[in-house]
């Protein structure tokens, strides 16, 4: 072989057409879609995802790969085979490339997801929830690659918080030993996904999009890599207090462990238990605070794109 292979990137037309004219673009997750949400929900929100970037003036840039492409940006039949699609992939950091250069088809996770807009120039990226410490990892060492990612790869990512099925305290730890700022939007605490607030204090706050979107120049004119997570709390009428959900998680994750569920499965599991032993309302919850995300997350990109970088030297 002569040298490395070409990058099998694909853009959609829509996100092609806003890259030439250098409009704001968001990236969003597959996984999500595949793994997250229930059917026919999943492609629904999907949908709406991709509404809510559009309507708040930013281009949506769902990234997949499908048959070894890279895309960037789905259209309306790729999205809709995705979400129905039998045992669709879930890619992280290690497994991109395997699947790539074999030629198959798999969703992106937020680190997987993170390192596709980096290589297609796309600063800000929205989800629901990220990955992090899982309850026992003491003992399970599950620690998601999300963590890893957003310490080195200069994207943006909002999201409600880590999943509350997770270790919160502990998923901060690594966050400030990774030195990934950790920025609660509105409110002094860390959200916790399907509740406001975890009981824990931020590192950080900023309460605007033009102040983010500063905070994220400035932490790529300082060259030494990585991104920021965006804290974003769920909108108060869709919450899920936080004392309905704790015995529900306890039960999920006894359950889980029971069965001995382990690596990738774990996040899928207990979220499909969450739903059930929520009855829908966790659901709700969801679809209501990624569409949150979305709006922040285009508003940042807008800013990001008439933001001009600090001059050398100040
Ligand atoms: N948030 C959700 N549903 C999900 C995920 C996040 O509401 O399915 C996915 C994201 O893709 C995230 C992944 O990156 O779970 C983390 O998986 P793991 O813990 O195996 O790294
Ligand atoms: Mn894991």
Do not use: Y
Request: glycine content about 10%; proline content about 6%; some cysteine.
């Amino acid at each position: 072989m002569t040298g490395p292979p070409a990058l099998p990137l694909a853009f959609s037309a829509e996100v092609a057409d806003a890259r030439a004219r250098g409009r704001p673009v968001v990236a969003l997750e597959s996984t999500i879609v595949t793994h997250g949400l229930p059917r026919p929900q999943n492609l629904e929100t999907a949908r709406l995802i991709e509404a809510e970037v559009r309507q708040a003036g930013a281009t949506p840039a769902t990234i997949a790969v499908m048959d070894g492409r890279l895309c960037i940006g789905l259209d309306e039949a790729e999205l809709a085979r995705l979400a129905t699609a039998e045992g669709v992939a879930k890619l992280s950091r290690a497994d991109l490339a395997a699947c790539l250069a074999a030629g198959r088809t798999g969703a992106t996770t937020v680190a997987a997801t993170m390192i596709a807009a980096r290589l297609a120039g796309i600063a800000v990226f929205a989800t629901g929830g990220i990955g992090g410490v899982h309850r026992g990892a003491e003992h399970s060492f599950d620690v998601s690659a999300d963590l890893h990612e957003l310490a080195r790869t200069p994207v943006t990512v909002v999201a409600a918080g880590a999943k509350a099925i997770l270790d919160l305290p502990k998923t901060l730890e690594v966050l400030e030993t990774l030195g990934v700022p950790v920025i609660a939007v509105g409110q002094d605490a860390v959200p916790a996904f399907w509740s406001r607030d975890s009981g824990l204090s931020a590192p950080l706050r900023i309460d605007d999009a033009a102040g983010i979107a500063r905070a994220h120049i400035m932490r790529a004119a300082l060259g030494r890599g990585g991104g920021q997570l965006v804290a974003n709390p769920i909108p108060r009428e869709h919450e899920i207090p936080a004392e309905t959900l704790a015995p529900l998680i306890a039960q999920a994750t006894d359950e889980a462990a029971a069965r001995g569920v382990a690596a990738k499965d774990v996040t899928p599991f207990l979220l499909g238990r969450i739903l059930e032993l929520t009855e829908g309302r966790s659901l709700a919850a969801n679809i209501a605070l990624v569409l949150n995300n979305a709006r922040l997350a285009a508003a940042i990109a807008c800013e990001i794109g008439s933001t001009p970088a600090a001059p050398p030297g100040c």
